[in-house]
């Protein structure tokens, strides 16, 4: 497994932007699917966006295509998750998960490594 903090996180308003990063550590960082997930106030986790081992592939939940973009950056061991044209509605918790077999997946059962999560508000 890797371990994975998450940073970035915030009060932002609505139409707004915010970058949220996600750190490990590990040795076989570039080995593992990289993805975000958030958890509203009183919902369940959701899938947010997911990246491949190399960066080549990205998958991103209906409510936020066009609006985030996730990246990577093996040699710092890091990802990250642009968001834009925030809305209220994407207000939650944003978790860090990796994966450390596979392809690039939208279920959490998949991940095998979660960080502790950084909270962002959209205020509208």
């Known amino acids: 497994q890797v371990q994975l903090v998450e940073s970035g996180g915030g009060l932002v308003q609505a139409g707004g932007s915010l970058r949220l990063s996600c750190a490990a550590s590990?040795?076989?960082?570039?080995?593992?699917?990289m993805g975000w997930f958030r958890q509203a106030p009183g919902k369940e986790r959701e899938f947010v966006a997911t990246?491949?081992?190399?960066?080549?592939?990205?998958y991103y939940a209906d409510s936020v295509k066009g609006r985030f973009t996730i990246s990577r950056d093996n040699a710092k061991k890091m990802v990250d998750l642009q968001m834009s044209s925030l809305k209220p509605e994407d207000t939650a918790v944003y978790y860090c998960?990796?994966?450390?077999?596979?392809?690039?997946?939208?279920?959490?059962?998949?991940?095998?490594?979660w960080g502790q999560g950084t909270a962002v508000t959209v205020s509208s």
């Open positions: 998960a990796g994966a450390g077999r596979g392809y690039i997946a939208t279920i959490q059962t998949a991940y095998d490594s």
């Open positions: 590990g040795r076989t960082f570039s080995n593992y699917v």
């Open positions: 990246i491949s081992q190399s960066g080549s592939s990205t």
